[in-house]
């Protein structure tokens, strides 16, 4: 670090004090040392100016929210209910994904119906394979009695 202590900022003019506000200042922290209940009367009149108009605002106001008036559609008052007023037998509303479950749930079991009548795309496709299916077995079935009977007509034959 260069001597002299921190530098200012380049390009940034310095300031300086205004001799009017040092003597000022000089002048007020005098008046405290010499009489401390001096600043706590002015400050205490300036109290009772402060509270009447504290009372014309029902709570006060921190930082930005005093200077500014904010109307926000979005904020929610937390407001505590007594026991009483709250109704254990009303129905409680689902969040969104208790609701997406239950319409998943609902329309699984009406394709699942759908499918055992046999009204569904899928369930025709499926149909129509297997009756070739069955086609093909029954056209397997008649093959093996001919040719079972061929065989015993043959032995028969043999026999004779």
Request: hydrophobic share 25%.
């Amino acid at each position: 670090m260069p001597r002299g202590g921190k530098r200012g900022h380049k390009g940034r003019g310095k300031q300086f004090s205004n001799p009017d506000e040092i003597d000022r200042q000089m002048k007020a922290q005098k008046e405290l040392e010499e009489n401390p209940g001096a600043e706590k009367v002015s400050s205490a009149e300036s109290d009772e100016d402060s509270s009447s108009e504290d009372e014309s605002e029902s709570r006060k106001r921190s930082g930005v929210e005093g200077l500014i008036e904010i109307e926000n559609p979005n904020r929610v008052s937390q407001k505590s209910k007594k026991v009483a007023e709250v109704d254990v037998n009303a129905p409680r509303e689902l969040s969104r994904r208790e609701r997406e479950e239950i319409e998943k749930q609902k329309s699984k079991e009406r394709y699942m119906k759908l499918h055992l009548e046999g009204k569904t795309e899928q369930a025709r496709a499926d149909l129509a394979r297997l009756a070739i299916i069955r086609k093909q077995r029954e056209d397997a079935a008649k093959k093996r009695d001919e040719l079972r009977k061929e065989k015993e007509a043959e032995e028969a034959k043999a026999k004779r």
